[in-house]
C-alpha cells in the first residue's frame, strides 16, 4: 500500500509539473535571454595601498637580475650612480644595453670565445673569465 500511495504522489507532482509547463507555453511569456558572462563591463574594485604594494612589486620582479660581478665593479658602478645622481641599477643597465648593442652590430671586443674556460659545474660547459681591473685610489 505504501508504495501505491508514493506512485500517486510521484505521479502527481510530475502531472503538475507538465501542466505548469503548459500554462508557461500557453501565456506567451518568453523565456528569460541566457546569462552571457560580463565582459570588463563593471568598474575594476578599487586597490587598497597594501594590494597596490604588493602588485607594483610583483611587476618589478619580473624585470630583476641577479649578477655576479668580479671585485671592484660594484664599488665603480656606485661611483658613477653617485656621480649621475642615479640608481646603480640604472647605471648597470645602461652599460649593459650598450653592450649589448654592440655586441649584435657584430664589434670583435665584445666576442666572449676567447674568455672561455671548463667549469666545473656539471650544468654549464663553460665560465667567462672577465677582464676588468678596478680604477687604481686616488
Keep these: 500500500m505504501s508504495k501505491e500511495k508514493g506512485k500517486k504522489r510521484g505521479s502527481v507532482a510530475s502531472d503538475m509539473a507538465a501542466q505548469l509547463k503548459a500554462i508557461k507555453a500557453a501565456s506567451g511569456i518568453p523565456k528569460p535571454p541566457a546569462r552571457e558572462s560580463p565582459e570588463v563591463t563593471e568598474p575594476p574594485a578599487r586597490e587598497t595601498p597594501s594590494q597596490r604594494k604588493k602588485r607594483k612589486t610583483s611587476e618589478r620582479l619580473k624585470h630583476r637580475a641577479t649578477f655576479d660581478l668580479p671585485p ?3 664599488d665603480e658602478l656606485s661611483e658613477y650612480a653617485a656621480e649621475y645622481k642615479t640608481t646603480m ?16 652590430a657584430g664589434d670583435p671586443d665584445l666576442d666572449p670565445s ?3 674556460i671548463p667549469s666545473a659545474s656539471m650544468r654549464y660547459l663553460n665560465n667567462i673569465e672577465i677582464d676588468y681591473e678596478p680604477p687604481l685610489p686616488f
Design 72 to 74: 671592484g665593479m660594484k
Design 114 to 116: 676567447s674568455f672561455l
Design 89 to 104: 641599477s640604472q647605471i648597470a643597465g645602461f652599460f649593459l644595453a650598450d653592450a649589448i648593442q654592440r655586441y649584435r
